[in-house]
Nanobody
Framework: QVQLAESGGGLVQAGGSLRLSCAAS????????MAWFRQAPGKEREFVAA????????FYADSVKGRFTISRDNTENAVYLQMNSLKPEDTAVYYC??????????????????WGKGTQVTVSS
């Protein structure tokens, strides 16, 4: 199984950009579909973006389409989330998640077996 550690969060002004990274340790990273979820205070955890094991197939929540890009590097055991044109409503703790041999229903949090501890993203207006 993989262990996940997020980094790259911080405070940014509206309209700015951040790049989140998720480092995976363990074996068979390329067998995992990877995703980013987020949770704002007082709200449920929500899906942000996901990619297949190869990174070729990607999925996005409607709220981030055209602004966020998920990518992965299987040689570095890492997945990234490039966030552009950030808005105050993007403020949340962002979590990296891994799902073994996942091929559908990427937005369903309960299907992911491994989670990182999260990184805080705060967007000021």
């Amino acid at each position: 199984q993989v262990q996940l550690a997020e980094s790259g969060g911080g405070l940014v002004q509206a309209g700015g950009s951040l790049r989140l990274s998720c480092a995976a340790s363990g074996r068979n990273f390329r067998s995992y579909a990877m995703a980013w979820f987020r949770q704002a205070p007082g709200k449920e955890r929500e899906f942000v973006a996901a990619c297949s094991w190869s990174g070729v197939t990607t999925f996005y929540a409607d709220s981030v389409k055209g602004r966020f890009t998920i990518s992965r590097d299987n040689t570095e055991n890492a997945v990234y989330l490039q966030m552009n044109s950030l808005k105050p409503e993007d403020t949340a703790v962002y979590y990296c998640a891994a799902r073994y041999v996942g091929a559908s229903d990427y937005e369903v949090a309960s299907l992911y077996e491994r989670w990182g501890k999260g990184t805080q993203v705060t967007v000021s207006s």
